[in-house]
């Protein structure tokens, strides 16, 4: 099945800067890559995913790029604000309905 | 907006008791999944079901059952509940993977 890797597991950041966070997966064939976050005591909610013949997507402050022949993909938050402290995670989905998830990273919006 | 229910949001087993976490979703969907999640290792498929009366084991089946009887109903029973299955239980339903998931709120249980 498809693997899927996370990193950095924590990310502190000022308020204002910008946070990066780096996925890998294992098989080419994956063409679906949700990002979700969840933040302390509530379920995760997705907000961004880019399906593989797009390379790039933006939503506001959030962005996520896709790069197929070295099978990583990556969501970028610029000028963080408090409210971005949470676990956000990716995924990847090798069919249409099942998706396999990174470890998650704990981002910490510093004041 | 997706209503996706999980019948307890916390609860307390003995080892060796069954136990049933039960999900209901109102939109229609017919994929249902259920997850377990453990700090530092995400969320981890536990089986998954995309029609009534259809399961499919995910990446960590043992210990674990489902039932879908009905289309909004996906049912999770611990057939003898242990110490190592205490985790955050989450259920999630979906049309298709494209339009992603929608969570339940969870379901933390402790197996004493």
């Known amino acids: 099945g498809e693997n899927v890797e996370q990193h950095p597991s924590t990310l502190s950041v000022q308020e204002g800067d910008s946070a990066v966070i780096k996925c890998t997966y294992s098989?080419?064939?994956?063409?679906?890559f949700p990002w979700y976050k969840q933040e302390l005591g509530k379920r995760p909610q997705l907000i961004i995913d880019i399906r593989s013949n797009v390379g790039e997507k933006k939503d506001q402050r959030i962005a996520v790029t896709l790069n197929k022949t070295a099978k990583h993909f990556s969501l970028h938050i610029t000028e963080t604000q408090p409210e971005d402290s949470a676990v956000y995670f990716c995924?990847?989905?090798?069919?249409?309905?099942?998706?396999?998830f990174g470890a998650g990273t704990t981002v910490t919006v510093r004041a | 907006d997706v209503k996706v229910t999980q019948s307890s949001r916390y609860l307390v087993k003995r080892t060796g008791e069954k136990v049933f976490l039960e999900c209901v979703q109102d939109m229609d969907h017919e994929n249902m999944f259920w997850y377990r999640q453990d700090p530092g290792l995400g969320l981890r498929l536990i089986y998954f079901s995309y029609d009534v009366k259809m399961k499919e084991k995910g990446d960590i089946p043992e210990g674990y059952s489902v039932s879908r009887e009905k289309k909004e109903r996906f049912s999770l029973i611990l057939e003898s509940a242990s110490t190592n299955q205490t985790s955050m239980y989450l259920c999630a339903s979906s049309f298709k993977v494209a339009r992603g998931y929608t969570f339940g709120s969870g379901t933390r249980l402790t197996v004493v």
């Open positions: 098989d080419s064939a994956s063409n679906y």
């Open positions: 995924a990847a989905s090798l069919n249409d309905y099942k998706l396999s």
